[in-house]
Nanobody, 126 residues
Framework: QVKLVESGGGPVQAGGSLRLSCTVSGGSYGSNCIGWFRQPPGKEREGVARIRDGDLKWEAESVTGRFTTSQDNDKNIVYLQMNNLKPEDSALYYC????????????????????WGQGTQVTVSS
């Protein structure tokens, strides 16, 4: 039974920081892609960051220099460190896992992910 659980969201003032966690159980995806996505109110889901095998990392242009993703030693927990938060970062944040034939392009597309968490809300006030 594959399960992903996000945590760490909440309200924060602009310029503040949050650290999101994604715990994966029921499967081993340390060498696959784990992605972070967000969905602002009234808008479509968008990619935020991706990590593979604790080494290959990508961040969206809108968060470059502010957000960093990482993976623990056992590769069952993935983190998203968010610094210098802006009001436009407000969204429901999801983690997702397991992409067939993982690659840079395939891991960038949310439709390729098999398993999803329920999301954690981040609200940034000005």
């Amino acid at each position: 039974q594959v399960k992903l659980v996000e945590s760490g969201g909440g309200p924060v003032q602009a310029g503040g920081s949050l650290r999101l966690s994604c715990t994966v159980s029921g499967g081993s995806y340390g060498s696959n892609c784990i992605g972070w996505f967000r969905q602002p109110p009234g808008k479509e889901r968008e990619g935020v960051a991706r990590i593979r095998d604790g080494d290959l990392k990508w961040e969206a242009e809108s968060v470059t220099g502010r957000f960093t993703t990482s993976q623990d030693n056992d590769k069952n927990i993935v983190y998203l460190q968010m610094n210098n938060l802006k009001p436009e970062d407000s969204a429901l944040y999801y983690c997702a896992a397991d992409v067939d034939s993982p690659s840079y392009e395939r891991c960038n597309e949310w439709r390729n992910y098999k398993y999803w968490g329920q999301g954690t809300q981040v609200t940034v006030s000005s």
